[in-house]
C-alpha cells in the first residue's frame, strides 16, 4: 500500500561540493536554536547552536546562519562528505527550556 | 561520560500489555525531555522535567502515557495499555544550559 508520513524535502549534492539546508521557524520569541544531524538507528546528534543576539556562528566545516527579521535558520556545509549523508533538523527553544524540531531535511551526498 | 542511557533499544509488545522504558541522564544535567518519533508526525516534545520535576506535559497524548523522574539519575515512560498506534522510536534527551544530549532510542512496536 502507499506510505503516508512527512514528505521531507531532500538536498542532493555532490561529494565536495557546499551544502545549505534551510528552515523557517516559527515564534519570534524563540532565543535559541540548534541544528541536529540524524544518521539511520541513532539519536539526533548535536551540530552547532546560536544565539537570537547572533546572526552567525562557524564550526568545523559548519556556519549557522540566523535572519531574525524573516525568521529563517541555514545551515552550511562546506566540502560536503559521504559521512554527512543523514536527516538535519533545526530546533527553536520555545517558552523557557522547550526545544521544538522542524519537519527535517535529508541531505544525499553522491560520489 | 557515557551520555544518556535509554533501555531496552527495542520492544515489541503485544496491544494492551503495559510498556516502560527507561532513561539514565547525564550526570549534572537539570533538564530532562521525552520526544516521540514517527513517520507521520517528526520528532514530537512528549514532556519535559526540570530538577525533577514535570514542567510541561502538553505533548503526551493521552492518559494511557505517563512519565515520572524519582532522582535526578532515572525516568519511566510508561505506555498503559499500549496501542499499535504509539510504535515509534521513543528518546529521551538531557541538557544543562543548552547543550541538549539525546539518547540512541528505543524502538517500540506494538502488534
Known amino acids: 500500500g502507499e506510505s503516508v508520513g512527512l514528505h521531507l524535502p531532500t538536498l542532493s549534492v555532490q561529494e565536495g561540493d557546499n551544502s545549505i539546508i534551510n528552515c523557517a521557524y516559527s515564534?519570534?520569541?524563540?532565543?535559541?536554536f540548534i541544528w541536529y544531524k540524524q544518521e539511520s538507528g541513532k539519536g539526533p546528534q548535536f551540530i552547532i547552536d546560536?544565539?537570537?543576539?547572533?546572526d552567525k556562528r562557524q564550526g568545523q566545516r559548519v556556519t549557522v546562519l540566523l535572519n531574525k527579521t524573516v525568521k529563517h535558520l541555514s545551515l552550511q556545509i562546506a566540502a560536503t562528505q559521504p559521512g554527512d549523508s543523514a536527516v538535519y533538523f533545526c530546533?527553536?527553544?520555545?517558552?523557557?527550556?522547550?526545544?521544538?524540531f522542524g519537519a527535517g531535511t535529508i541531505l544525499r551526498v553522491k560520489s | 561520560d557515557a551520555g544518556v542511557i535509554q533501555s531496552p533499544r527495542h520492544e515489541v509488545t503485544e496491544m494492551g500489555q503495559e510498556v516502560t522504558l527507561r532513561c539514565k541522564p547525564i550526570?549534572?544535567?537539570?533538564?530532562l525531555f521525552w520526544y516521540r518519533q514517527t513517520m507521520m508526525r517528526g520528532l514530537e516534545l512528549l514532556i519535559y522535567?526540570?530538577?525533577?520535576?514535570?514542567?510541561?506535559d502538553s505533548g503526551m497524548p493521552e492518559d494511557r502515557f505517563s512519565a515520572k523522574m524519582p532522582n535526578a539519575s532515572f525516568s519511566t515512560l510508561k505506555i498503559q495499555p499500549s496501542e499499535p498506534r504509539d510504535s515509534a522510536v521513543y528518546f529521551c534527551?538531557?541538557?544543562?544550559?543548552?547543550?541538549?544530549?539525546f539518547g540512541s532510542g528505543t524502538r517500540l512496536t506494538v502488534v
Open positions: 534527551a538531557s541538557s544543562r544550559r543548552g547543550g541538549y544530549t
Open positions: 515564534n519570534s520569541a524563540s532565543d535559541y
Open positions: 546560536i544565539r537570537s543576539n547572533m
Open positions: 530546533a527553536e527553544n520555545k517558552e523557557g527550556n522547550k526545544l521544538v
Open positions: 550526570s549534572g544535567h537539570d533538564y
Open positions: 522535567f526540570n530538577n525533577n520535576v514535570p514542567i510541561d
